[in-house]
């Protein structure tokens, strides 16, 4: 079982910038891969970003390619995102997931991950 927590939303205003934290617990999260995704009020949940489990790829949704950066740190058992450029419709609930057994590729939808954290506020005003 892996329990994971996410810091770092808040309110910023637009072009601003906002770091993202999840810090995991077990001991096998060097192995898993992980992404992020956000919830806007109303809508689905859509997928952000996915980072495989030796951090030495990245995979982005279009809309936020060249402003986020995912990126982890295996012996602190955290991942992050580095938000850049920040815009209104960034506006959402961001959540960090594991995927415990990575198939090879990206894990880019809801149901492959196994473990999901409780989700931060994003909040971008303009």
């Known amino acids: 079982q892996v329990q994971l927590v996410e810091s770092g939303g808040g309110l910023v205003q637009a072009g601003g910038s906002l770091r993202l934290s999840c810090a995991a617990s077990?001991?096998?999260?060097?192995?898993?891969?992980m992404g992020w995704f956000r919830q806007a009020p109303g809508k689905e949940r859509e997928f952000v970003a996915a980072?495989?489990?030796?951090?030495?790829?990245?995979y982005y949704e279009d809309s936020v390619k060249g402003r986020f950066t995912m990126s982890r740190d295996n012996a602190k058992n955290t991942v992050y995102l580095q938000m850049n450029d920040l815009k209104p419709e960034d506006t959402a609930v961001y959540f960090c997931?594991?995927?415990?057994?990575?198939?090879?590729?990206?894990?880019?939808?809801?149901?492959?991950?196994?473990?999901w954290g409780q989700g931060t506020q994003v909040t971008v005003s303009s």
């Open positions: 077990g001991d096998t999260f060097s192995r898993y891969a």
């Open positions: 980072i495989s489990w030796r951090g030495s790829g990245t």
């Open positions: 997931a594991a995927d415990r057994s990575p198939a090879p590729g990206w894990t880019l939808r809801e149901y492959e991950y196994d473990y």
